[in-house]
């Protein structure tokens, strides 16, 4: 017997449409056609197999004690879900009568590990293929089924979903009762769960919190003139242009080259007035813009958060329901925004199922320019997945809401881009020369809207005042300065996370991440967490009530500050979950070992937790520096050299101290002392002119204070 294992029910109707009939149907399966052509269809229902609880192991581990910490099982082992019980005793006597079994499980990596883990569970000695099917429609199941690949090809692929799962039984099973343990004993109630993930984008939530609250507005000041061409026929050539930074007035500017003293502001503006000056630089041009690229579902989920105010979970949902129930749209929980080659063909079918389901955008598909060819159609860039794009079905099965049309549309509206001229921007740019001051005046309009037509906006972008076209001016051409003003402003904190911004934040994790080499790893990798994930990952953290809404904007509780306040940085910091997500892809491409993933991981909570070395970590928290590098923690270690400090985020920091230096000069035995600016900690340095305190964000953030007697002054340090 040939056995499909689909990963849902869906999926395992579609699959069963695609192959021949007749049709017989039984509990959690469906016998398509007769004799040797025969073939049953089966399912799952998500994970029908959940990792084990703690007594399942131990029968001691059932109640919570810090001296049963940690908690490591000698062999895993998995349960069966009591939800499904009944759908998982169907697949095993279908497994055990199979002689071949195709594994149908979702392009992704738990979906490759929740069908491998029932194989696994019930074992058998049958032959597995696999297929990948990222769309719904019939013409794409039957292609799918017609190019099954040998299982074993995506066997790392397993390996990493199961790294990953057993990951976070570990991490969170320990680290939740290491620190709800310890708020007990403080008299606090309720559970305070930490992820491996959901931790540090509580993180990313409390310190934008924490660092509008302790914003300190500061005024800067920008100076303005208006410029008029020296010419008999200039009546219409005046322009506006502003005041740029030079290095004469370092002193004056802070990190973002913005002028903060009025005086030096004024005697600026008055040093320019009416006085003569040349252009010194002209320039002029018409830039094509291609395209955006097709969405992936955080691309998806980014952008119907900004346009629609909606929640990550609720894009999710929909779009699930659209590639589900529906079939409207192909796989949506896709990492990619790249298309294969040969869906290119498919082009003139999709748009005209597009006209359909969408009339509103009927006028754009009859537009479109099937010539046309963009970077999305690429085979190199397409994986597993490739990106969202609208399937070539052109009836939904029932009425779509309104929630549905608006992510049907957007999604369509990206896909007919790529058959849209490119956008062409007529960009001006005019630098002017008074004296040892410099004034630059920009223009930038769409000249031929092109793909941009099909682009939704935003009511209050519309509210942006046109910007009057620059003269078109050649280098050296004389000017003249008719006035100039000087305008106070005040530096603004950063908004609260919207979920439109909290998902950008996840998927763009680097840019929150000052260590270079470790921000240079996470450009490569996804950031926190997988496009399948953040969505509920952000919403668990709704539900364990360390998260709350205010308007549109995404707050932490007491709750949350309270827990991400006790945790160390290499917790509720997203450096090394990050860099977690990044060694379970090299599992997947089988350059790292998931044994000794699991290992290190293992030894980063006997240090998190205490365990058999309770009493001397203690000791060691107790005296240990903070690291001179990074100023996190640091913990004891043996070497060949002897014991010696380093820094508790090794292999990301390798600071490390002699024992012997117990009061270091660089005030690393102090509590870590946050930047004026961008909150990092603070290093005591030793330049020319002696001891001053720098930020370890440097050269990202620039700020320095005074060194008062070993410790940082309150003010400034004045520039050398």
Known sequence: MLLYIAEKPSLGRAIAAALPGPYQKGQGWIRCGKGSEAATVSWCIGHLLEPAEPASYNPAWKTWRKHDLPMFPDTWQVTPKDSVRQQLNALESLIRQADTIVHAGDPDREGQLLVDEVIRYFGTQAPVKRILINDLTPAAVAKAIQQPRDNLEFRRLSHSALARQRADWLYGINLTRFYTLN???????GVYSVGRVQTPVLGLVVERDNTIEHFDPKPYFRIEARFKAQEEEADQQVFKAKWLPDEQFQDHLDEENRLLDRATAEHIAASVHSRPGTVVDSRFRDRPEAPPLPFSLSALQIEAGRLFRMGAKDVLDIAQNLYERHQLITYPRSDSRYLPEGHYAQREQVTGAIARVAPDLADACSKADFRRKTAAWNDKKVDAHHAIIPTSRAVANGKLSEAEQRIYGLISRYYLMQFSADAIHREGRLTVRISEHRFRATETAVLTPGWKSLELK?????????????????????????????????????????????????????????????????????????????ANIIDTLFKRDYLCRDSRHIRATDKGKVLINALPESVSKPDRTAVWEATLDGIRRGEDDPRKFLEALKEEIRQFVGGSVGAAASRQQSTAPNCPKCRSPMTERDGKFGHFFACTRYPDCRGTRPIEDATPEDGTEQKPIPCPHCFSPMVRRKGTKGWFWGCSNFPACRQTLDDDDGKPATRLRKST
């Open 458 to 534: 935003l009511r209050d972008s519309n509210k942006e005042t046109e910007k009057s076209p620059l003269p078109r001016l050649d280098k050296g051409e004389p000017v003249f300065c008719e006035d100039s003003a000087v305008s106070e402003r005040k530096t603004q904190p950063p908004q609260h996370f919207t979920d439109a911004t909290l998902l950008s934040a996840m998927t763009n994790i680097a840019r929150f991440v000052t260590d270079p080499e470790l921000r240079k790893t996470l450009r490569e990798t996804d950031g926190l967490g997988t496009e399948a994930t953040r």
């Open 183 to 189: 708020y007990q004993q403080q008299g606090q109630q």
